[in-house]
Nanobody, 123 residues
Framework: QVQLVESGGGSVQAGGSLRLSCAVS?????????MSWLRQAPGKEREGVAT???????TYADSVEGRFTISEDRAKNTLNLQMNSLKPEDTAIYYC????????????????WGQGTQVTVSS
């Protein structure tokens, strides 16, 4: 059974940093896998924040480019998101998700989701 469990959320002032971690168990790192952080702010749709794939490629939303860094630690089976220079608009519930690409360059199709962790940034 695959489980994704996020941790590291909390409250921070604007300009501060947080590091989110997602403990991954039961997931098979095979083929064209991809893992992402997504977020959902109150009253808004869920949006992709950052993705890392089996080739080691990373992509970021324009709104977080240069401030956030996604990484995976295969030895510890964790997916991480280092968030620096946080802004009030980064306030949201952050989710980790895992899945696979159907073909190179295609969107990541998520099969597994974590329960989410709250990040609140005050001005």
């Amino acid at each position: 059974q695959v489980q994704l469990v996020e941790s590291g959320g909390g409250s921070v002032q604007a300009g501060g940093s947080l590091r989110l971690s997602c403990a991954v168990s039961g997931y098979t790192y095979r083929g064209a896998y991809c893992m992402s952080w997504l977020r959902q702010a109150p009253g808004k749709e869920r949006e992709g924040v950052a993705t890392i794939d089996s080739a080691g490629s990373t992509t970021y939303a324009d709104s977080v480019e240069g401030r956030f860094t996604i990484s995976e630690d295969r030895a510890k089976n964790t997916l991480n998101l280092q968030m620096n220079s946080l802004k009030p608009e980064d306030t949201a519930i952050y989710y980790c998700a895992a899945g696979w690409r159907g073909y190179p360059g295609s969107q990541c199709a998520y099969t597994y989701w974590g329960q989410g962790t709250q990040v609140t940034v005050s001005s």
